[in-house]
């Protein structure tokens, strides 16, 4: 994938911790979870522009499972570009569906 040729974003997913919503208080708030288990950071790349909400839609697609793991309820999500020569090394896709391609970056 060559990477003059693609745009890429990069999502970070947090855990919206909802205190006593619905009489339900998060295993986490009791345990004291660390910041790093309640985010996620996908990088998003794609032939050409797309918009946030796609971006963070196929982002949630892509972490379903280790949300769901981790017991997170809600998401924040925020978008940012992601300039082609401040992308870490991202080896192998998680995964790719029609022109869209995620890494997931824990």
């Known amino acids: 994938m060559s990477s003059s040729s693609q745009f890429y974003r990069l999502i970070t997913l947090r855990d919206r911790v ?4 619905a ?3 998060r295993a ?3 345990t004291g979870e660390s910041l790093a288990n309640r985010e996620l950071k996908v990088i998003i790349a794609s032939q050409s522009q797309v918009s946030e909400g796609k971006a963070i839609n196929f ?3 892509v972490t379903k499972y ?3 793991n ?3 309820s809600f998401v924040n999500a925020s978008v940012e ?3 082609p020569s401040q992308l870490p090394s991202l080896g192998r896709p998680r995964q790719t569906r029609g022109q869209l391609t995620a890494w997931v970056i824990e």
Do not use: D, L, Q
Not at 18 to 21: I, R, S, Y
């Open 66 to 68: 280790i949300r769901v």
């Open 70 to 72: 981790r017991r997170w």
């Open 18 to 21: 909802v205190p006593g919503f």
């Open 28 to 30: 986490s708030m009791i």
């Open 23 to 25: 009489g339900i208080m």
């Open 81 to 83: 570009p992601m300039p």
């Open 59 to 61: 982002a949630k697609k």
